[in-house]
């Protein structure tokens, strides 16, 4: 198995909270992605790295930041969380061209 | 932009029959990767396929098969003979060769029943 972690595997949280979910690889794959799923939605990016720093947003970017301080992590940040946000967040990570990414586990965020 | 369509939201079939989920793309790059995906009901992704946009060959693993064709834009996949334990929902995924930016449609959930 590819060595993704993502944490925590389950929140409950507030409307106006901030939230830091953080996704782990000990694969040194240059790319890491964030995405959400949604029933009827299927998984939408919301933002993706490509090194360490190096971000860019995704199609379901608004209300979310990120940050890749090092290769290995990259954390997702909802800065003030809203009933809207409430979705399971997948981790992927994987290298550039033709290379299939890995998930996580997948956290399952509550937000009330 | 890239985007991924899967136009069947839920397939529903008896044990043994054959299924078939269409996924169609769209993409401006002239070399792009595709994928397929599975989820079973405990929630994991487990990847099952790739292919680039340059090998238009056919693909057989088991009872899963997969169909490419450039001039359609489209990478189908055929379970063959399903059982009870294909019930997931099963995604299309692209990637283009410039952004790497990996995009998926929207997922079809495959119900077997026995």
């Known amino acids: 198995d590819a060595g993704i972690t993502q944490s925590p595997r389950h929140k409950v949280t507030e409307t106006g909270t901030p939230v830091t979910l953080r996704c782990h690889q000990t694969?040194?794959?240059?790319?890491m992605y964030w995405y959400r799923q949604d029933p009827g939605h299927g998984l939408r990016l919301i933002h993706y790295s490509y090194g360490v720093k190096d971000t860019d947003k995704g199609e379901v970017s608004d209300g979310y930041s990120v940050s890749r301080s090092k290769t290995e992590d990259f954390l997702l940040t909802l800065e003030s969380a809203t009933s809207s946000q409430t979705s399971v967040y997948f981790c992927?990570?994987?290298?550039?061209?033709?290379?299939?990414?890995?998930f996580g586990q997948g956290t399952r965020l509550t937000v009330v | 932009a890239q985007k991924v369509t899967q136009a069947q939201t839920e397939i529903s079939v008896v044990e043994k029959e054959d299924v078939t989920l269409d996924c169609v793309y769209e993409t401006r790059d002239t070399t792009y990767y595709l994928f397929w995906y599975k989820q079973p009901p405990s929630g994991e992704l487990v990847f099952l396929i790739r292919r680039n946009s340059f090998d238009e060959q056919n693909e057989i693993s088991g009872r899963y098969s997969w169909n490419f064709q450039k001039s359609t834009s489209s990478f189908n996949f055929t379970i063959t003979a399903s059982q009870v334990v294909d019930s997931a929902v099963y995604f299309c995924?692209?990637?283009?060769?410039?952004?790497?930016?990996?995009?998926f449609g929207g997922g079809t959930r495959v119900l077997v029943k026995p």
């Open positions: 992927a990570i994987s290298d550039p061209g033709y290379t299939e990414a890995f």
């Open positions: 694969e040194n794959h240059r790319y």
């Open positions: 995924a692209m990637k283009g060769a410039a952004g790497n930016k990996l995009t």
